[in-house]
């Protein structure tokens, strides 16, 4: 078996008394489509922002690429190669959106910055025809379209997104799983956090749902699309 890109390791994560994360383990191999499904609350966010060390885990560890990662500041491990799509987004809203990508870019230097900023425009049509305007002035779907971009820019091996589809348009959220569908079949590995388990279990190759900030199931995304349980509890029972 090959080095995983990402693994957690029985990891657990408190807040003061609060346990949000127990023993959680998890993998995701190099060139895969994993999501983490789990309803509010359940401890997805904890997790992905674990990797960052915002929150740090109180035990266990986190490897990237076979390193030992846990407890690294966050632009540490940036430069490593994980880029992240936060919740909400988190775009700079008073920058322009060609600004706004040039900020991706700082990570790795301007070396491939005009080379990538055009193929962020390719992806993302809308983003070239907006490209001076704020970032604040755009829509939900364009600022996370904006998001997405501005991660690819640091030309990650790992790409986290949490909660891609929140708050958006049926519409919009469609093309936004679109354009990750394909990211990955350009062969990057993408680690999602979704509410939306149908849109993301239909898009990855496995999933893991997450219960009280423990992993209570995991499987392909097939097999959990049609698991009753999951069913039931994220799919609105259909
Ligand atoms: P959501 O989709 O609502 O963001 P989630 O699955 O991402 O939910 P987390 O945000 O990771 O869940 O929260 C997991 C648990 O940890 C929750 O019980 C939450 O109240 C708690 N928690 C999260 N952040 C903090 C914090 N800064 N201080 C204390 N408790 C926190």
């Known amino acids: 078996m090959s080095v995983p890109m990402l693994e957690f390791r029985q990891v657990d994560l408190f807040y003061g008394a609060i346990q949000a994360l127990h023993q959680v383990s998890l993998q995701v191999q190099v060139g895969e489509t994993v999501s983490l499904i789990g309803a509010n609350g359940a401890g997805k966010s904890s997790l992905l922002m674990s990797i960052f060390s915002q929150p740090q885990v109180t035990s266990g560890q986190i490897l990237y690429q076979g390193r030992d990662i846990t407890g690294l500041q966050a632009h540490q491990v940036a430069t490593l190669g994980i880029a992240q799509v936060p919740e909400g987004r988190r775009i700079f809203p008073d920058m322009s959106v060609e600004e706004n990508l040039l900020m991706g870019s700082l990570v790795i230097g301007d070396t491939?910055?005009?080379?990538?900023?055009?193929?962020?425009?390719?992806?993302?049509?809308?983003?070239?025809?907006?490209?001076?305007?704020?970032?604040m002035t755009l829509s939900g779907g364009e600022q996370q379209m904006l998001a997405i971009a501005r991660a690819l820019m640091s030309r990650p091996c790992l790409l986290l997104l949490d909660e891609p589809?929140?708050?958006?348009?049926?519409?919009v959220v469609k093309q936004i799983f679109h354009t990750l569908r394909e990211l990955a079949a350009d062969g990057m590995t993408l680690f999602l956090v979704e509410q939306n388990a149908?849109?993301?279990?239909?898009?990855?190759?496995?999933?893991?749902?997450?219960?009280n900030g423990r992993i209570s199931l995991m499987g392909t995304g097939e097999e959990l699309l049609t698991n009753p349980q999951v069913r039931m509890a994220y799919l609105g029972g259909h």
Do not use: C, I, K, T
């Open 198 to 211: 149908s849109h993301a279990l239909r898009l990855s190759h496995r999933g893991y749902v997450m219960v």
């Open 112 to 135: 491939y910055v005009d080379e990538d900023r055009q193929r962020m425009f390719e992806l993302f049509p809308r983003l070239r025809e907006r490209r001076n305007q704020r970032a």
């Open 165 to 171: 589809s929140l708050g958006l348009a049926p519409l």
